[in-house]
């Protein structure tokens, strides 16, 4: 602008406007006017108790709302912001980006009476509250990267994959209530499992933040499970009590996010015990019972061949007998065809020289006599025979095995792969040895 | 992270295992052959979730946000 030459009002306040840029303060007073216009925005007189000056202030709606105080005439409070001459009012106001209630007792006073509001709505309530998801894998953490607590969550974090999205935000005084929410806000919009907010421990002045009245029901209506670790003395932020979870400190959040995902670890590994237990014994069972069906079966054989044994031995000994009977029976048989002849020959001599009388009919009584011992004698013989015929033993069921050499009596007898062949009592059975066990 | 491990699905997988693990339990006659079976398939359960809760590094990511950027302007036309 060149020298001398006047200002536009516009221009004017424009240089007004650029020099009260460097003027943001914050401001202690009581508020002696208040209107709230139509469209949610905050006009209010600020008074110096001790002089009765006035500093007219505004908040917009979009700051009142995040604030999340009822502001009422009498209030002492603190207001951050910077001045502003509005041009086509003329009028100087402060633009108050923050306000906050002042002193312990205040802030006391406004948590409870916002904790009975909120408890009526029960926003509270157990029933309310979301199950944190098994296996949770992609968080986002609202806290400040200034300090430890990022480092505290952070190192107890176990590597199971997690994968962690950090809103670095204001934590500290009331005005951190504001940023909190947006941060909440912002992550309204983020593909995560869980949200997560913590910070380290303070006095309720130090905390006010997390009381905050909008972050509060942001953190109620978020669509996925809010947990919270803030350090607290006596009376807990609304923030914990309105959150799905809560524990102590950041690091027992991190504990809590690593929960679901060591019960795992143990879990599978008790299943597979369990399961691999339970198998492994079936097998010895079943082994125990294939050994004991083995043991029954070659019982059961060992006592065929045990009775086939035996069998052979009887075949052999009555064949024995036999054989020795014929020979008996045969020299009986000699014997009695000596006698006959002999008798027969004296009787015809007799009855040539006519010696005796009724030598016809002696004749006839002497043969029929013979003829019945003949008979007898015979038909015991057949009996005998008959009870060690091997025909009827092979029926029985017993067999008579042989070879090319002839009866087979022993195992030396055969070899593995020889043909023999088995005489049954209706026909013979070829066969091949396959094994040969004693 | 490999496109494997991100695959199992853990929940998933326990959940078939529990019932694999009853289905030993509530068995009162050996069935070696199904059996084997079941095992076969926990086996393959059982690799994929230790696959999956071996040690994966964390991943962090810092989100710069000005939220100051998201205010709006306003006007005093309420005056």
């Known amino acids: 602008m060149e020298e001398n030459k006047p200002y536009t009002v516009s221009n004017y306040i424009e240089l007004i406007n650029s020099t009260l840029e460097g003027l943001f303060a914050d401001i202690i007073g009581e508020i002696s006017e208040l209107k709230i216009a139509s469209s949610g925005h905050i006009y209010l007189t600020l008074k110096d108790k001790d002089t009765g000056y006035i500093l007219p202030c505004t908040i917009w709606k979009r700051d009142y709302d995040l604030i999340a105080i009822k502001l009422e005439v009498g209030m002492e409070i603190l207001v951050r912001g910077k001045p502003d001459f509005y041009g086509p009012f003329g009028k100087l106001s402060f633009i108050a980006k923050h306000a906050e209630l002042v002193g312990e007792g205040a802030l006391k006073k406004a948590y409870d009476e916002l904790k009975k509001k909120l408890t009526s709505e029960g926003l509270f309530e157990q029933s309310r509250k979301k199950p944190i998801p098994l296996f949770p894998q992609k968080i986002g953490v609202i806290t400040s990267l200034h300090g430890a607590v990022i480092h505290d969550f952070s190192n107890n974090l176990k590597k199971f994959g997690f994968k962690v999205k950090i809103v670095d935000s204001k934590v500290e005084g009331p005005e951190s209530g504001k940023f909190l929410t947006l941060a909440v806000r912002y992550f309204k919009k983020q593909d995560i499992d869980v949200l997560v907010l913590i910070r380290g421990g303070g006095s309720m002045q130090s905390l006010a933040g997390f009381d905050n009245e909008a972050l509060v029901r942001e953190i109620s209506s978020f669509p996925v499970p809010v947990i919270t670790g803030i350090g607290h003395h006596k009376d807990i932020p609304l923030a914990t009590l309105v959150s799905d979870a809560s524990e102590s400190t950041p690091s027992l959040v991190a504990t809590l996010l690593n929960k679901s995902w060591e019960e795992a670890v143990y879990s599978i590994d008790k299943k597979q015990s369990n399961i691999l237990n339970i198998y492994s014994n079936w097998l010895e069972n079943f082994s125990q019972k294939i050994e004991s069906s083995f043991r029954k079966i070659n019982s059961f054989l060992n006592n065929i061949i045990e009775k086939h044994k035996k069998a052979k031995e009887l075949l052999r000994n009555a064949t024995g007998r036999i054989s020795l009977q014929i020979r008996l029976d045969r020299k009986k048989l000699i014997g009695i065809q000596t006698d006959i002849l002999s008798g027969f020959k004296s009787t015809t001599e007799m009855i040539r020289i006519d010696k005796i009388p009724n030598t016809g009919k002696r004749i006839i009584e002497l043969c029929l006599r013979g003829c019945k011992k003949i008979s007898d004698k015979i038909k015991d013989i057949s009996k005998l025979i008959e009870s060690n015929d091997p025909d009827k033993l092979l029926k029985l069921g017993y067999s008579i095995i042989s070879n090319s050499k002839g009866i087979i009596k022993s195992i030396k007898d055969i070899k593995i792969g020889e043909n023999i062949e088995i005489n049954v009592f209706d026909g013979k059975i070829l066969s091949e040895v396959k094994n040969i066990n004693k | ?79």
């Open chain 2, 1 to 79: 992270m490999k496109k494997e491990e991100q695959k199992v699905n853990l929940t998933e997988n326990l959940d078939k295992l529990s019932k694999i693990s009853e289905w030993f339990d509530a068995r009162d006659e050996i069935d070696v052959e199904e059996g084997l079976t079941k095992v076969k398939e926990a086996v393959v359960l059982i690799k994929e979730s230790k696959g999956r809760l071996s040690e994966i590094e964390n991943e962090f990511e810092t989100i710069k946000k000005d939220l100051d950027s998201e205010d709006q302007g306003e006007s005093e036309s309420d005056f």
